[in-house]
């Protein structure tokens, strides 16, 4: 199974390259970071963007479909690191699920949880509202209906601003 999910890596590197980090440092520091309630407060404040998005992701010809809720993390140092280290990108990623599964991310105890929203993905469409501006991680898991097809766990960084709703499509 682990040598299956790599080699669906190495496939997913070479034909997702829009999704493959830029080449040299992340433009994100992604040095160490407690964990700080302080850090994930601006999510919490009212606002009036939002995001309307849609998976429409495919890979060798196969199309897959959202199985699960949206999920949206505020960007803070702590999530940061994490995710840089879960999916190696804290921009964009398309990662087997067994693969980030199996990463190991500091202070796995850390419960950003309460700040995390989640909305339903009905027909590979979601919308989520009343958002404050800033910076978000937006996950999403896709299936395949092809026999032996690994689910995808898809993130991808968003930025609401202006109060406007922004159309996003992972």
């Known amino acids: 199974m ?5 080699l669906a890596v190495a496939a997913l590197a070479g034909g997702l390259a829009a999704c493959a980090p830029a080449p040299g440092p992340s433009p994100f520091p992604v040095a160490p970071a407690a964990f700080s ?8 404040e009212p606002g009036r963007a939002g995001i309307d998005g849609r998976i429409a992701f495919n890979l060798r010809g196969e199309t897959y479909n959202c199985t699960g809720p949206v999920v949206l993390t505020p960007d803070t140092p702590y999530t940061r690191q994490r995710f840089n280290t879960l999916y190696g990108s804290v921009s964009r ?21 309460s700040f995390v929203r989640q909305e339903r993905c009905t027909d ?12 978000w991680f937006l996950i999403a898991t896709v299936s395949s209906t092809a026999a032996g ?3 995808i766990v898809l993130m991808r960084r968003v930025e609401t601003r202006g109060g406007r709703t922004i159309t996003v499509t992972l």
Request: zero cysteines; hydrophobic letters at 40%.
């Open 124 to 135: 590979n469409r979601f919308s989520i509202a009343d958002l404050p501006n800033g910076k």
């Open 149 to 151: 097809a690994e689910r």
């Open 37 to 44: 309630t302080a850090d994930f407060a601006w999510s919490r």
């Open 93 to 113: 990623a398309a990662i087997p699920e067994p693969v980030v599964r199996a990463r190991n991310v500091p202070d796995p105890n850390a419960d950003y949880r």
């Open 2 to 6: 682990f040598k299956r999910s790599i």
